[in-house]
Each structure stands twice: as C-alpha cells, then as structure tokens.
C-alpha cells in the first residue's frame, strides 16, 4: 500500500501562486509515477500533471506554461502553481501509480478568488 498527504492548499487571488506538497509514505519505491489531479464542483476528475520515475513529464494543455510538477524523491512530489485563474479552483489531489493500482491522497482545496 501507499499512502499520500497533500498539503499546500488555500486560497489565492488570481495571478498568484501556490505550492502543493505530496509526502508519499509505504510501498513507494516501487512507484512508476506521480501525478496531480483536479476537481471542480460539478465536474470529473482530471490529470493535471505527472512525472515519471525517470522525470518525465505531461500537463494538461490547460496548465501548460503556468505550473510545474517535479520530485524531491521518492516521497515528496510538487505542484508549483503560477498565474493561477478562477478556473483552477478544485480539490487536487496527489495520484501515485504502481504496476496496475492506483493511490489517491485525500485532496486539498483550492480556491481562486478574482
């Protein structure tokens, strides 16, 4: 099993910026990647960002050029969060994956004030 904390949320006016921290604890050096996903009220899940075990990247087009995933080591995961809009306020949530399973933390909020 692996187990994640997210911290890092809140509330920001929009231009600003955010920090989100993943702490990874358990079964996680077999971890093939990391990754961060959003939810809006009233709308699915989405990928926001994943890194790889070999630092590979993807973002949604939606965030390209504005926010940037990245790894410490195998426990700690980030999202940098730049020139945040109205419509990144969601839950996000931390996504480990491992083989075929996928670990989910317990989400943290962030609201984008205008």
């Known amino acids: 099993q692996v187990q994640l904390v997210e911290s890092g949320g809140g509330l920001v006016q929009a231009g600003g910026s955010l920090r989100l921290s993943c702490t990874a604890s358990?079964?996680?050096?077999?971890?093939?990647?990391m990754g961060w996903y959003r939810q809006a009220p009233g709308k699915q899940r989405e990928l926001v960002a994943t890194?790889?075990?070999?630092?590979?990247t993807i973002y949604a087009d939606s965030v390209k050029g504005r926010f940037t995933i990245s790894r410490e080591n195998v426990k700690n995961t980030f999202l940098q969060m730049n020139s945040l809009k109205t419509e990144d306020t969601a839950v996000y949530y931390c996504?480990?994956?491992?083989?075929?399973?996928?670990?989910w933390g317990q989400g943290t909020l962030i609201i984008v004030s205008s």
């Open positions: 890194i790889t075990s070999g630092t590979n």
């Open positions: 996504n480990a994956v491992r083989g075929a399973f996928h670990f």
């Open positions: 358990g079964s996680i050096f077999s971890i093939n990647a």
